[in-house]
């Protein structure tokens, strides 16, 4: 195996299979590190999906170094650890301690941070991150309900989190090339730096980044940081020179759309869905607190509303203000488990009625309802907008699932996922 990477979510871990698969990798997406063996003969690069992103620091830690454990002995030769694009965490973490520990675990010198994905308009410049012409603490991820974002300044953010010295691989260096990103690497480890955070505002650049990047052991990033990296194993020979297009033999079966997210693009989705006459139900965290609302009730409905030519929609999404009041009722974190676990139950009972295409919105909801429903790796199949392919089930009773990081998608997002599939 070329390249084991260890994700911090589910979403984010479809992104980047995707990302690898376009670039000529034959890609597997597992949840969670397997338990059991793996025929990994026909496979050139493996993607564990974990759900550590908003655990608890020593949690995520222990998750993580599982997963590169595992990665390692079936013979992965250069890791990836894989963040969201607009660095969500906590001053707490967890993406310094997961580093910080994978640093040790695999005897690493440096590594990079760099969570660019200029075709979602995430760009880094000065160490600071855009979110399209917003700085990130400007943009709506300054409200998110569990990693609000309020420091575009990914050294400061970044430092607060690690024991290590941070430092900075700046846009001129980053725009005169491969050489000048090399050269700068090894100053850095000169200068007894663990951490560089690195400015990419091109997809070139993120391609010259990964092309210098070739010999590292620990590459830390978001998706985008993978547009280099399977050049790096075909100039190798150890990939073909052609790459193959995905497809996917999606599963007859009825569709629904299940959104968790409350993000600004998710809530847009929701609205544009509904204006094309899709029908719609909105879940009341505050209702299924007092159990008014439940996975029977919202299964009920979406039966008796889906049909295989027009999914149906179940959504939490909210602006701000009304999930900062849930939030003061029912608690931060209660709040988001308690509508994850509708979610997820609500699929497994759709599933168990004949359910088979979900699109689900959300990296939290993602890992709920992949949980609820058994699947544990993934087979990649086309995209339907940067970042976001349909994927199937590769165990169990075939599936067909598009999960969606709550940012990503286009407004239209939730009308033309399925014509993907026909």
């Not at 969500?88 to 580093?99: K, Y």
């Not at 590459?219 to 280099?228: D, M, P, R, Y």
């Not at 959300?362 to 994927?391: C, F, H, K, N, Y």
Request: aromatic residues 6%; charged residues 20%.
């Amino acid at each position: 195996m070329l390249l084991g990477a260890i994700a911090d979510d589910l979403t984010g871990a479809t992104d980047l299979a995707l990302t690898l698969s376009r670039g000529g990798m034959r890609t597997v997406q597992v949840v969670g590190t397997p338990k059991s063996p793996m025929d990994l003969a026909s496979v050139d690069a493996v993607v564990v999906a974990l759900k550590s992103r908003t655990i608890p620091a020593a949690e995520a830690i222990a998750l993580s170094s599982e997963a590169a454990a595992w990665l390692k002995a079936n013979g992965t030769r250069q890791f990836l650890f894989k963040y969201c694009s607009t660095f969500d965490s906590t001053a707490s973490g967890n993406i310094g301690p997961v580093g910080d520990a994978l640093l040790e675990q695999l005897e690493a010198k440096l590594t990079i941070a760099c969570p660019a994905f200029p075709t979602n308009k995430r760009t880094i410049y000065q160490g600071h991150l855009f979110v399209g012409d917003q700085l990130l603490s400007d943009s709506p991820m300054k409200d998110h309900p569990l990693t609000p974002m309020r420091d575009a300044n990914l050294m400061r953010v970044l430092g607060a989190q690690t024991r290590h010295k941070v430092g900075l691989l700046p846009f001129a260096i980053v725009n005169a090339g491969v050489a000048a990103i090399r050269a700068s690497y090894e100053q850095a480890i000169a200068e007894g730096l663990r951490y560089l955070v690195v400015d990419a505002i091109t997809d070139q650049h993120l391609r010259d980044i990964g092309e210098a990047s070739a010999d590292f052991t620990l590459i830390t990033g978001g998706s985008g940081i993978a547009l280099g990296l399977p050049e790096n194993f075909r100039r190798a020979g150890l990939l073909p020179h052609d790459v193959a297009t995905a497809t996917l033999q999606a599963p007859a079966g009825l569709p629904v759309i299940l959104a968790g997210s409350c993000s600004a693009m998710t809530r847009e989705q929701v609205a544009q869905a509904q204006e094309a006459g899709i029908a719609s139900f909105r879940i009341d965290p505050l209702a299924v607190a007092e159990k008014k609302i439940t996975a029977a009730t919202i299964v009920d409905w979406v039966t008796a509303h889906a049909s295989t030519a027009k999914p149906a929609l179940v959504y939490s999404s909210a602006d701000p203000a009304e999930v900062l009041a849930i939030q003061e009722k029912l608690g931060r974190q209660a709040a988001g488990d308690m509508v994850e676990h509708l979610l997820g139950e609500t699929a497994k009972e759709l599933a168990a009625r004949g359910f088979s295409r979900f699109v689900v919105a959300g990296g939290e909801t993602s890992g709920a309802v992949v949980a609820a429903l058994g699947v544990e790796a993934l087979r990649i199949g086309p995209e339907i907008d940067p970042g976001v392919p349909w994927t199937t089930s590769l165990q169990g009773r075939p599936l067909a699932l598009a999960l969606k990081s709550g940012n990503f998608g286009a407004p239209d997002f939730f009308l033309k996922a399925w014509k993907v599939l026909a």
